[in-house]
């Protein structure tokens, strides 16, 4: 005997929520979905009207999803923002050139702007050329941060408001874990945060309206809407540390599917002891961006590259700053530990 939607008791259930247990059919699961992203906006009073927001596009099945959905509840309850799409081009041949394609499709299926901003323009490197200099051990680290740079030189160039992600609960739970594992505390403390308020000039305020968005219901709200969304994993990440965290996270979802939430809920109410020093936020004193170091991470990772020493932005070189700052020339011995290492 077939299941019944347990939500309008009528149509047939085609689906059971990974969320919360219950059967519903799609059109009650579609609008389940959209007033938890609505509530999640309200609640946390994410935009304010006539903002403009950049919604931060990879043309994966996150970014399709929210774009969808925002431009869908601006609509339907009047936000009245003004909706763009920004996109990075991080230089990965056969991976990102093909989700861009989809990103374009994307900007004529919802008739919203799209600015695409690459790092071989803005850093003068390709991931494919950083990948054949670093190779694959830390790779990840170099496009996380040059990412998050280029998302916000985007939304300068632009002039948004804000920009919004299309982090979902799976991904901040991730988060929460592996800044446990690494005991940082300073982002273990902001990385449950839905939103980030502006801290100081180049820096856009970013925000999370599918942060408890599970994400198997993303892939089920973007296949029974057939959204068109790229679903290729990065060539590149097969060994980033995130994979580590995310298949822990699974494992407890399997035995628990609250695990998600749990873990977000104990990241949001974490309390830090007194007395823990912390990193004051400044700026870089090259290129003028947040930066907790005299040099953010960017230029220092970038100036690696340049020098041949990869390895300069990996681990804690602090005390190399000044010298990078002044353009001096490293010791031999100091060489020899940023060389590239044979993969």
Same mark, same amino acid.
């Given at each position: 005997m077939p299941v019944l939607c347990s939500s309008c008791l009528d149509k047939r259930a085609v689906m059971k929520r990974p969320k919360t247990g219950h059967s519903l059919c799609k059109e009650c699961f579609f609008w389940a979905f959209e007033e938890e992203v609505h509530q999640t906006i309200l609640m946390a009073k994410l935009f304010k009207h006539g903002e403009t927001v950049?919604?931060?596009?990879?043309?994966?099945?996150?970014?399709?999803?929210l774009a969808h959905v925002m431009k869908l509840l601006n609509e339907r309850y009047d936000y009245g923002l003004q909706l763009m799409l920004l996109s990075v081009d991080e230089g990965i041949t056969g991976y990102r050139d093909d989700s861009l394609e989809t990103v374009k499709r994307n900007q004529q299926q919802y008739e919203l702007p799209l600015k695409i901003v690459s790092y071989k323009e803005l850093y003068g490197w390709t991931m494919d050329a950083i990948v054949k200099q670093v190779g694959l051990k830390n790779n990840c680290t170099f496009c996380g941060v040059f990412r998050r740079?280029?998302?916000?030189?985007?939304?300068?160039?632009?002039?948004?408001?804000?920009?919004?992600?299309?982090?979902?609960?799976?991904?901040?739970?991730?988060?929460?874990?592996?800044?446990?594992?690494?005991?940082?505390?300073?982002?273990?403390? !902001? $990385?449950?945060? /839905? @939103?980030?308020?502006?801290e100081g000039d180049g820096v856009v305020p970013r925000c999370k309206p599918l942060k408890y968005a599970y994400e198997k219901e993303i892939v089920l709200y973007a296949y029974f809407k057939k959204l068109d969304y790229f679903s290729t994993e990065c060539i590149y990440s097969p060994n980033a540390y995130r994979g580590h965290a995310r298949t822990f996270l699974k494992d407890l979802e399997s035995v628990r599917p609250s695990s998600i939430m749990d873990v977000i809920h104990s990241g949001e109410n974490l309390s830090v002891r007194e007395g823990v020093?912390?990193?004051?936020?400044?700026?870089?004193? !090259? $290129?003028?961006? /947040? @930066?907790?170091?005299?040099?953010?991470?960017?230029?220092?990772?970038?100036?690696?590259?340049?020098?041949?020493?990869?390895?300069?932005g990996i681990g804690k070189h602090h005390r190399l700053h000044d010298k990078i700052i002044s353009q001096q020339p490293l010791t031999e011995k100091e060489e020899r530990k940023l060389k590239p290492v044979d993969f």
């Open positions: 950049g919604i931060a596009a990879s043309g994966g099945k996150d970014s399709t999803v740079q280029a998302l916000d030189r985007g939304a300068i160039m632009l002039n948004v408001d804000k920009i919004c992600t299309g982090h979902n609960a799976d991904d901040v739970a991730e988060t929460v874990l592996m800044n446990v594992l690494r005991g940082d505390i300073a982002r273990l403390r !902001r $990385c449950t945060a /839905i @939103s980030t308020a502006s020093k912390m990193p004051v936020q400044g700026t870089c004193s !090259r $290129c003028g961006y /947040i @930066s907790s170091q005299a040099l953010c991470k960017a230029c220092v990772l970038l100036e690696g590259l340049n020098r041949g020493l990869p390895r300069l």
